[in-house]
């Protein structure tokens, strides 16, 4: 994914609900570059984008909006219920998001940054994280991860366990961090963490 003779590449991720969006805006405000690998994946499967037919190809018509954007909450309950639908379905998005981060790394590169942190959920499990220098995890308490979730989807207590118990544990996750960044505290005491690790590890490169 990188030179590394010229940047180093952090890749961010966590489990749901976990808080990895607040680490990122922590590391923006104090002016890292994060290339989100969800905002890619909109990207890829755009209006007219080569991977938006090739999903229509293989999933129906009627995986398409009226206004000809994807629906994507169709097409997640379609490949949801269904692993082989869904390892289609990354074999058709997953180039390209590695595409387009590729190119937002290079920019980055280009500019003189030193580091750039990517932020994907599923960094671990699409088998991404030997294209990045290493790994931060973001983790926090199961049970603090559960009532953030039905909080934050307005979802009952079995359906967010369920959708946890989908996702590869957090603390399997935490094994693959070089840094793991507990969030289960209040936004503040998170907050003085992320500082003190800023301090550490990155200031210097800035």
């Avoid at 499967?45 to 009627?62: D, K, M, N, Q, T």
């Amino acid at each position: 994914m990188n030179n590394r003779n010229a940047i180093r590449v952090i890749g961010l991720t966590g489990g749901i609900a976990s808080g990895k969006s607040t680490v990122a805006r922590f590391l923006e405000e104090q002016g890292a570059v994060v290339v989100d690998a969800d905002a890619l994946s909109r990207e890829a499967v755009g209006p007219g984008s080569a991977a938006l037919a090739r999903i229509v190809a293989a999933f129906g018509e009627e995986m398409l909006l009226p206004g000809g954007g994807l629906d994507r909450k169709r097409l997640g309950r379609v490949v949801f219920a269904d692993p082989a639908k869904r390892t289609l379905l990354e074999g058709i998005v997953h180039p390209e998001i590695r595409r387009l981060a590729d190119e937002r790394i290079a920019s980055a590169a280009a500019e003189g940054r030193r580091v750039v942190f990517y932020m994907a959920p599923l960094l671990i499990e699409s088998g991404s994280v030997e294209r990045v220098d290493e790994v931060w995890v973001v983790t926090v308490r199961p049970e603090i991860q559960l009532e953030r979730l039905m909080r934050r989807d307005g979802i009952g207590r079995e359906e967010a366990g369920r959708i946890i118990a989908s996702q590869m544990p957090l603390v399997e996750k935490e094994r693959h961090g070089s840094i793991v960044i507990d969030n289960s505290g209040t936004p503040e005491e998170t907050r003085r963490v992320l500082a003190e690790i800023w301090a550490r590890e990155i200031r210097s490169m800035q």
